[in-house]
């Protein structure tokens, strides 16, 4: 019977410090985010080619992500080190722009390059990484 009492207490001083200490309270779950580089719609044969992306080329993402509602792109594409290209794009309803990056600029003009995308949001005053894809743009 003493054991009987002592495991009710038991439980019961147990729900109570579950209940009062926020310390063990539950924590809200992480978010999640990805980016996916995809051929836009009107390109979608290009995934056949083995080289896919190419210079010159346009390309978007898959985006998704449970830390914002107003996640944007940025793209940077580099030869030997230096930056040829770099752009922005915003993923969600009323951003300007049409979620599509051109493989290309006046300081790229020709051959290979590698890029990374970055899913990122603004926060606090300044752009937080949420994901990130890299990928070799074929000459």
Same mark, same amino acid.
């Given at each position: 019977?003493?054991?009987?009492?002592?495991?009710? @207490?038991?439980?019961?001083?147990?729900?109570?410090?579950?209940?009062?200490?926020?310390?063990?309270?539950?924590?809200?779950?992480?978010?999640?985010?990805?980016?996916?580089?995809?051929?836009?719609?009107?390109?979608?044969?290009?995934?056949?080619?083995?080289?896919?992306?190419? &210079?010159?080329?346009?390309?978007?993402?898959?985006?998704?992500?449970?830390?914002?509602?107003?996640?944007?792109?940025?793209?940077?594409?580099?030869?030997?080190?230096?930056?040829?290209?770099?752009?922005?794009?915003?993923?969600?309803?009323?951003? @300007?722009?049409?979620?599509?990056?051109?493989?290309?600029?006046?300081?790229?003009?020709?051959?290979?390059?590698?890029?990374?995308?970055?899913?990122?949001? &603004?926060?606090?005053?300044?752009?937080?990484?949420?994901?990130?894809?890299?990928?070799?743009?074929?000459?």
């Amino acid at each position: 019977m003493k054991l009987r009492a002592t495991a009710v @207490l038991a439980s019961i001083i147990g729900a109570f410090a579950l209940t009062a200490s926020p310390a063990l309270a539950a924590k809200p779950s992480a978010s999640t985010s990805s980016i996916e580089l995809v051929p836009p719609a009107a390109a979608l044969d290009a995934t056949a080619d083995t080289s896919w992306p190419r &210079y010159g080329d346009e390309i978007t993402f898959e985006v998704k992500t449970t830390a914002t509602e107003s996640p944007f792109v940025n793209l940077e594409c580099y030869q030997g080190g230096a930056l040829v290209a770099q752009g922005w794009e915003g993923f969600f309803d009323g951003a @300007l722009g049409n979620r599509i990056f051109g493989l290309a600029s006046p300081s790229w003009t020709g051959g290979e390059a590698d890029c990374t995308a970055w899913l990122k949001m &603004y926060v606090q005053r300044r752009w937080k990484a949420l994901a990130s894809t890299s990928f070799h743009v074929a000459e």
